[in-house]
Nanobody
């Protein structure tokens, strides 16, 4: 079974920075894409950023230039460096892994539980 554990959330004032981490475990052989999504109160979950195992990145327009996604394939870990945070960035941040191949199974996707980010003005 694949597990994703996210960490690094917290409360910060506008203009501040946070770094999220998400580690995948479970006899993993390979992971295709990894990414971060967020859900603000009363809103649907939305894509924040994704990165392929080759390093190709994709960002939501609202975070371009402020957030940077990266990953360590050897550690099956994805990171999200968030700078110049604004109150609109507040929400629960979830990590996702796509096409996770383990010793016995191929998981099309796996989600972490989420970590709360609160940005105050």
């Amino acid at each position: 079974q694949v597990q994703l554990v996210a960490s690094g959330g917290g409360s910060v004032q506008a203009g501040g920075s946070l770094r999220l981490s998400c580690a995948a475990s479970g006899s993993i052989i390979s992971i295709n894409a990894m990414g971060w999504y967020r859900q603000a109160p009363g809103k649907q979950r939305e894509l924040v950023a994704t990165i392929t195992n080759g390093g190709r990145t994709n960002y939501a327009d609202s975070v371009k230039g402020r957030f940077t996604i990266s990953r360590d394939n050897a550690k099956n870990t994805v990171y999200l460096q968030m700078n110049s945070l604004i109150p609109e960035d507040t929400g629960v941040y979830y990590c996702k892994a796509e096409s996770v191949r383990t010793m016995i199974h191929l998981y099309l996707e796996a989600w972490g539980r989420g970590t709360l980010v609160t940005v105050s003005s």
